[in-house]
């Protein structure tokens, strides 16, 4: 059944290009573009056979999609399967950090990430497939620029709680210094 750009199939919904919204859709067919009015709603979106595409947009963050686990890519080789690129106001892309699979045709090229300054990655997604196979070249948040959370030694929870950039061991002398200055 076709109902407004819609296809029911067995409890899924499956949706092109000429859907008016996609807050029911499960299955995308063709590119999804974040910042288009259709897109605000993605919460059940699990597959997405085409591109994402998000250029040059005023967005802060992607729309919600805690079900998004598969993106197929197998039109025009020349074109990544995701784009996310000159986005002067993207801070996250935490979304797509629980994307488990990106299938792609011959010579595709999977995901290209760039020019967006004030990026960052969440600490609790660092380790995430997607992260260290497409992302790895993203800051983590609370990290400056220029250093990588592989500069500090110990576990995750560490860098985290040292938002200020300084690696662990440096804190730890700062604040015994701090100690002994107080106590004189």
Same mark, same amino acid.
């Given at each position: 059944?076709d109902? #407004?750009?819609?296809?029911?199939?067995q409890e899924?919904?499956? /949706?092109? #290009?000429?859907?008016?919204?996609?807050g029911? /859709?499960?299955?995308?067919?063709?590119?999804?573009?974040?910042?288009d009015?259709?897109?605000l709603d993605l919460?059940?979106l699990?597959?997405?056979?085409? $591109?994402?595409l998000m250029?040059k947009?005023?967005m802060?963050?992607?729309?919600h999609?805690p079900?998004?686990?598969k993106?197929?890519?197998m039109?025009?080789?020349?074109?990544?399967?995701?784009?996310?690129?000159s986005?002067?106001n993207l801070?996250?892309i935490?979304?797509?950090?629980?994307? %488990?699979?990106?299938?792609l045709?011959?010579?595709?090229?999977? @995901?290209?990430?760039?020019?967006n300054?004030?990026? /960052? +990655?969440?600490p609790?997604?660092?380790q995430?497939k997607? @992260?260290? %196979?497409y992302?790895?070249?993203?800051?983590?948040c =609370? +990290?400056?620029k =220029?250093? $990588?959370s592989?500069?500090?030694?110990g576990?995750?929870?560490n860098? %985290?709680a040292?938002?200020?950039?300084?690696?662990?061991a440096?804190?730890a002398?700062?604040?015994?210094?701090?100690?002994? @200055?107080r106590?004189i």
């Amino acid at each position: 059944m076709d109902l #407004d750009g819609y296809k029911l199939t067995q409890e899924r919904a499956a /949706c092109g #290009d000429l859907r008016n919204k996609s807050g029911h /859709c499960r299955i995308i067919e063709g590119t999804l573009i974040p910042e288009d009015p259709r897109n605000l709603d993605l919460q059940n979106l699990e597959e997405l056979y085409g $591109r994402f595409l998000m250029s040059k947009t005023l967005m802060v963050r992607l729309p919600h999609m805690p079900k998004l686990k598969k993106i197929e890519w197998m039109g025009n080789s020349k074109f990544p399967a995701i784009t996310i690129e000159s986005n002067p106001n993207l801070e996250s892309i935490a979304e797509l950090a629980r994307l %488990q699979e990106i299938v792609l045709g011959p010579g595709h090229l999977s @995901v290209e990430i760039r020019d967006n300054p004030k990026l /960052c +990655i969440e600490p609790e997604y660092m380790q995430t497939k997607f @992260v260290k %196979q497409y992302a790895r070249h993203i800051r983590e948040c =609370g +990290i400056e620029k =220029g250093m $990588r959370s592989s500069n500090f030694k110990g576990s995750s929870s560490n860098a %985290q709680a040292n938002a200020s950039g300084i690696p662990t061991a440096y804190t730890a002398i700062i604040l015994g210094l701090s100690w002994y @200055v107080r106590k004189i």
